[in-house]
């Protein structure tokens, strides 16, 4: 993959920054941060509740609802500020160019009609120029490619009547539908059992090469990535610690967070005398960050400047950043800057 | 029986009769024939996924739910139909709601205390309070906790309170039902170091269940699968995680995604959009209908738990 193709850029999240003003103060939700997902490539954001990672997700598409407050920012999408959009406007492209998966499937239907109906009524929203006949027809065939053997027979029933996996296929599936070219994902597979899991994430990852569609993909689950992403951001307390390539990660991660929530994954392959690791403390509360590192509380690594200062983003290697102070060292040092 | 044995259990049943959406009646067998002992200080972590019923298990063996049938034998004592309120003390249990199993009414201070007054009657106001302080501590919360209501806590603080809630009693046994299913990772990780310190400092018990396979790994000693209502295999974490017998347990984990990029994942999932899969067949293995290995004879002969190898058995027809 060529690294360096400008054009290749999908969506271009630059800046954004997000709050909630609620009645306890102010709570600064996403701090500027900024990602690039290209054509065709898989970028999962990771964190932990509260991260910012889902309401980051959200502005995409114009889904934040007041007391959520955009305060700055873009996000281009194939070159176009999609931030400001009317409503009308981000309509246009949700569903057709950018679609949206979610945790709870069950929540995303209207229980009271057939999923044909629903699946048929997305084809027709955005596509003005189909008939009835031809949206059951283009729902059927995205109800196999998902892995559903009877898909006539399902358009029939009711969500009600779905266990989660099976629910969840078919948003997926719905979310297909128009071919879109960024597909969000938002945690789909976290309420799943892991069997299901496993064969949801292989669906997802068939469809993605398929159709070359781009994901963003939201999770907390560092497995996953592992498995599905090309490139990861790590996201604490509403902004972005770490970025790079996969193989970056995870056989380089150089921001202390990312190494920690890395260890906490249990695993099926350590010893089972090792201690499962974890961090002490609670994820930052974002109403009460400090002037320092977002990660100096809980980090075992953190000094005096942690706890004063933001650290600045290093660049490690092509596409690898971290913001750390540990990191900032090197590189001040390699460039002649005075250390702190 | 054995002497080491805290729990037996003997052949437990409970089904549910429910009526389905479209009216239709239905007896769900969630728990269809489970023997399984738990020895004194070690961790059994019951595994599987939805419907499995490891939950209704847990809930039974206490008495929560009656057994239809089948015999709970808690110390030698045969409990299955005996007034529990002299075992209450004795076998506790921690929630996967954190928040859900908390009186949202109450604060910390006295959702710890309740059962403590209750069981020790004698202690006096100040030596109570003395043992909540202590209680609240040693879950990794703070005095100035007690007096706050759950809601002013995270998913992982509210399952503490639910463990300081337990202990507070002096337990011998506690089921512990998917108590970190809910929480963020971090969470669990914090929550599983947790229990395991308690069980050293405590000398407690533990029925440990999850879906989780490699969480319930780490805490375990042995570890029991369920499958649709059935044991069907049953070993020492290790011989269960790394020599799997059953084909269901060999799914479960290679469904584990593996924290490594270059990791491949070998296996092709099958999945299943007929509901009456996930049902109970009428005759043969459970599993059989989306069982690689399948083989005549599991469509027609449901197979029994035998040992496969010392402390390690399955049911399984093809081994």
């Given amino acids: ?340 | 029986m054995n002497a080491g044995d805290l729990l037996v259990v003997e052949n437990l049943k409970k089904s549910y009769k429910v009526r389905d959406k479209t009216g239709r009646r239905m007896l769900i067998k969630a728990v269809d024939g489970v023997s399984l002992a738990v020895l004194r200080g070690e961790t059994l972590g019951l595994v599987g996924e939805s419907g499995c019923g490891k939950s209704t298990f847990g809930r039974t063996i206490l008495r929560l739910t009656e057994p239809d049938s089948g015999r709970i034998i808690y110390d030698g004592a045969d409990i299955t139909r005996a007034d529990m309120r002299p075992y209450r003390r004795r076998m506790q249990i921690v929630f996967q709601d954190p928040y859900g199993s908390l009186d949202p009414r109450s604060r910390v201070y006295n959702i710890v205390e309740e059962g403590l007054r209750a069981n020790f009657p004698k202690y006096s106001a100040d030596r109570l309070r003395e043992i909540v302080m202590e209680l609240l501590e040693s879950v990794g919360l703070e005095a100035s906790h007690a007096y706050r209501y759950p809601h002013e806590f995270s998913g992982g603080q509210q399952q503490r309170i639910g463990i300081a809630r337990a202990i507070a009693v002096e337990p011998e046994f506690i089921v512990c039902d998917e108590p970190v299913s809910a929480l963020d990772v971090s969470y669990q990780a914090q929550i599983i170091s947790l229990l395991k310190r308690l069980q050293d400092t405590l000398s407690l018990t533990y029925l440990f269940i999850s879906h989780d396979l490699s969480v319930v790994r780490y805490i375990s000693d042995r570890i029991g699968v369920m499958y649709l209502g059935k044991l069907i295999e049953l070993g020492t974490s290790e011989e269960v995680t790394l020599y799997p017998a059953h084909q269901y347990t060999k799914a479960l984990l290679h469904a584990v995604p593996a924290a490594d990029p270059r990791a491949g994942r070998a296996k092709v999932y099958k999945l299943t959009d007929d509901i009456e899969d996930l049902s109970i067949p009428e005759k043969g293995c459970r599993y059989c209908r989306l069982c690689e290995k399948a083989a005549p004879v599991c469509f027609e002969e449901e197979p029994i738990l035998r040992e496969v190898a010392p402390g390690h058995s399955c049911a399984c027809h093809i081994l």
Avoid at chain 1, 41 to 47: A, F, K, N
Avoid at chain 1, 249 to 257: G, K, L, N, T
Avoid at chain 1, 270 to 285: A, N, Q, R
Avoid at chain 1, 290 to 313: A, L, M, Q, W
């Fill in chain 1, 1 to 340: 993959m060529d690294k360096d193709s400008m054009s290749d850029i999908l969506l271009d999240v630059r800046e954004l920054d997000v709050s909630f003003d609620t009645h306890t103060g102010k709570l600064h939700a996403v701090n500027k941060i900024s990602y690039a997902v290209r054509e065709g490539e898989v970028m999962g954001l990771v964190g932990e509740s509260g991260s910012g990672k889902t309401v980051s997700s959200y502005s995409i598409l114009g889904l934040l609802k007041p007391p959520a407050v955009i305060n700055g920012g873009r996000v281009l999408y194939k070159g176009r500020d999609i931030l400001g959009l009317s409503n009308k406007e981000a309509a246009a492209i949700r569903g057709r160019e950018i679609s949206m998966i979610f945790q709870n499937p069950m929540s995303c239907f209207d229980p009271v009609f057939t999923i044909g109906s629903q699946m048929t009524e997305t084809v027709l929203a955005n596509d003005k120029t189909a008939s009835k006949a031809e949206a059951a027809a283009r729902s059927i065939d995205m109800l196999r490619e998902v892995s559903i053997r009877n898909p006539g027979q399902l358009m029939r029933r009711y969500s009600y009547e779905l266990s989660g996996g099976m629910l969840q296929r078919v948003m997926i599936a719905m979310a297909l539908l128009c071919k879109p070219k960024l597909l969000i994902a938002d945690e789909p597979t976290t309420a799943l059992d892991v069997t299901i899991q496993a064969a949801i994430i292989q669906i997802l990852k068939k469809l993605q090469k398929q159709h070359n569609m781009a994901m963003l993909y939201i999770t907390h689950n560092f497995g996953i990535v592992a498995e599905i992403c090309d490139r990861v951001s790590v996201m604490c307390g509403g902004y972005i610690v770490e970025q790079g390539s996969t193989d970056d990660i995870f056989y380089s991660s150089a921001h202390p967070y990312t190494q920690l929530l890395m260890k906490m994954v249990p695993r099926m392959d350590t010893p089972l005398s090792e201690p499962l690791p974890y961090i002490e403390g609670l994820p930052s509360d974002p109403t009460a960050l400090g002037e320092g590192c977002v990660f100096c509380t809980r980090c075992p690594y953190s000094r005096d400047i942690c706890r004063e200062k933001k650290p600045p983003e290093v660049s490690l290697a092509p596409g690898h950043t971290a913001s750390c102070w540990l990191r900032a060292d090197n590189a001040s040092a390699e460039s002649g800057r005075p250390s702190v």
